[in-house]
């Protein structure tokens, strides 16, 4: 049975703008300092097509291996800032924004004429302690997500949460790349609070 606080969770919409956003030229700015090597190609070969590739900002400590920095084990605790934040203050500046713990972060980049195929990541919810937050850093008009089969207006510099335990998709049609920086945050008050002020 859930609590009050787990309950309120719970009801939130599938989609939530936060009341939090940043300048997003300098964020911008900043995807010119990394290299085209930096970016990993997401593992999970069968959630997509085309070219949709990672830079991980905050990995579990200790870790050295690209994919275990992108996807960390379960059981994963403490959680550090890697090599990559020393090139990008301002997105060092942004996560630090954030009053809540921070598991992972990272930018994710969709090319043009990829796509994410439907699906669903189990746990990234709210209510399970865990929230996705998006903010998208580049992107243009063709570039959709969808959320529930519903297409979620992410405009640069704003911030998001998606419960993406549910069924979710996105494409880029357009002709530059959609870049977002990703972050999983576990719930505390603050984002609690945030989450709320997002829906009032």
Known sequence: MLDSAQAALAALPDRVRLPLAFDPGPLAA?????????????YVTDNYEGDWSVIPLRAPEGESHPL????????????????????APALREA????????????????AP????????????DAASGCARLHVPIAT??????????????????SVW????????SAVNRGSVDRVHLVIDATVNGWLAGMLRAGCG
């Open 140 to 157: 243009g008009e063709e570039a959709e997500f969808l959320l529930d089969r519903r297409p979620v207006p992410m405009e640069p510099g």
């Open 95 to 110: 996560i630090g924004c954030f009053q809540c713990p921070l598991q992972t972060a990272r930018l994710m980049r969709l």
């Open 30 to 42: 900043e995807l010119g300092r990394f290299d085209s090597e930096d970016w990993i190609s997401h």
């Open 113 to 124: 004429g990829s796509r994410i195929k439907e699906h669903r990541d189990p746990g990234l």
């Open 161 to 168: 949460y998606l419960r993406l335990a549910d069924p979710h």
């Open 68 to 87: 275990r920095q992108i996807f960390p084990h379960p059981g994963a605790e403490r959680f550090v800032d890697t090599g990559f934040l020393d090139r």
